[in-house]
């Protein structure tokens, strides 16, 4: 290389050289502004409102949907056939036990009943006779006891004819309300034709509800479960009053039935409701409002907001173990103490160990950095 070439490669090495060292000056300077300018700014602080964690006995549970049964209710059949001669259903009306809903012809028997009447005022008056010959010894012991089992065969014959009038008249055997009904007067019905049915009209009802063999295991008579009539109802309680003995084969479950007393507005027999079951032994929680739990890929956790080192009012990521939601609360069986303050509203936003403003619903802070 000659010595012009030498000198020109030294200053354009000098050159870039000196331009690296100038930029590089430059950013360092920029970044220690950038340090300076970060070290005066206060640390951002967060605003939320908090809840305390409650202590709580909280019992798992289970849906069922359950099938309204009245304490009382038949399918009317006729015991023996006839033709309709009264007819006084009335679907949908309350009848009171004891009530005629229909009558069957009897004319035939009514007439066999008077006959037969006649014939046992004969066989008394025969019999009096009798005892009266019996005592003058104008007749024997044995024309006295045919005389006696002629009033006897008499009188049970009369029996035996009202009673058939008595099961051809259809009563109300208590208090309900009647069903469909589609019979009619000069009507003919063979013997267990359907008449209609009656729902007893009482102040309870009956539910009865499947659940599997491992929650049936749980309960016992006397337990309390929580019925649901609409979507939008309020629960109303009501008591298991039996357990079936056996399981079913086919399906695994178990029938329960509870039965409500003094529902308003219950609902008409065959109607479903929803169950809630209780399930095993109660276990202590706490309580604090849904809106504290965050979900992420590491599990359920909530922000406990409690002092820090420092002393400043910060956020503290808890992981928890969380059970049943009920209304706006949830259950946490683990991870957090009653007592303990936790992010409500504004949780969304926060950070581990986030500088926080703890503020009331009209937005007044009341409490943050110290």
């Known amino acids: 290389m000659s010595h012009r070439g030498w000198i020109g490669s030294t200053l354009l090495l000098v050159t870039v050289f000196g331009t690296g060292g100038g930029l590089a000056a430059r950013k360092y300077a ?4 950038t340090l300076i300018a970060s070290a005066s700014q206060p640390e951002p602080m967060e605003s939320v409102t908090v809840g305390v964690a409650k202590e709580s006995e909280h019992r798992r549970t289970t849906t069922s949907i359950g099938t309204v049964i009245a ?3 038949i399918t009317l059949r006729n015991e023996l056939p006839g033709t309709v001669r009264q007819v006084m259903l009335v679907p949908g009306q309350v009848v009171e036990a004891g009530t005629i809903l229909v009558a069957l012809n009897v004319s035939v028997e009514e007439a066999e009943l008077k006959a037969q ?19 003058n010894r104008a007749a024997s012991e044995v024309e006295l006891d045919r005389a006696r089992a002629e009033l006897d065969v008499a009188l049970a014959q009369i029996a035996r004819t009202q009673a058939i009038i008595a099961r ?13 009904a589609d019979v009619h007067p000069g009507q003919y019905l063979v013997e267990g034709t359907l008449v209609t049915t009656l729902q007893g ?18 309960l016992k008579e006397g337990d309390s479960v929580d019925l649901f009539v609409a979507s939008d109802s309020s629960p109303a309680a009501a008591r298991i009053v039996a357990l079936d003995a056996r399981i079913h084969p086919a399906t695994r479950m178990a029938m329960i039935r509870a039965r409500i007393e003094g529902l308003a507005g219950a609902p008409a027999p065959g109607a479903s409701v929803r169950v809630r079951v209780p399930v095993g032994s109660p276990r ?4 604090i409002p849904v809106s504290a739990l965050r979900k992420g890929p590491g599990g359920d956790h909530v922000f406990v907001i409690a002092p ?22 949830v259950m946490i069986h683990a991870g957090l103490l009653p007592g303990e303050q936790v992010a409500a509203s504004g949780s969304f936003k926060l950070r581990d160990a986030a500088l926080v403003a703890i503020v009331r619903e009209a937005g007044a802070a009341i409490g943050g950095a110290h």
């Not at 008394?124 to 005592?135: C, D, H, P, S, Y």
């Not at 820090?308 to 609360?329: F, I, M, P, S, Y």
């Open 71 to 73: 304490l009382r209710s």
């Open 168 to 180: 051809k008249t259809i009563r109300a055997p208590f208090r309900a309300h009647v069903g469909l």
């Open 117 to 135: 009447e006649a014939q046992a005022v004969l066989a008394k008056t025969l019999l009096g006779r009798t005892e009266r010959a019996t005592q």
């Open 308 to 329: 820090g080192k420092d002393g400043k009012t910060r956020a503290e990521a808890r992981q928890v173990e969380t059970g049943a939601v009920l209304g706006d609360e």
């Open 201 to 218: 009209v009482d102040d309870a009802v009956h539910v009865d509800f499947p659940v599997t063999q491992e929650v049936a295991a749980g």
């Open 30 to 33: 920029t970044h220690r502004e």
């Open 284 to 287: 202590r929680a706490v309580a």
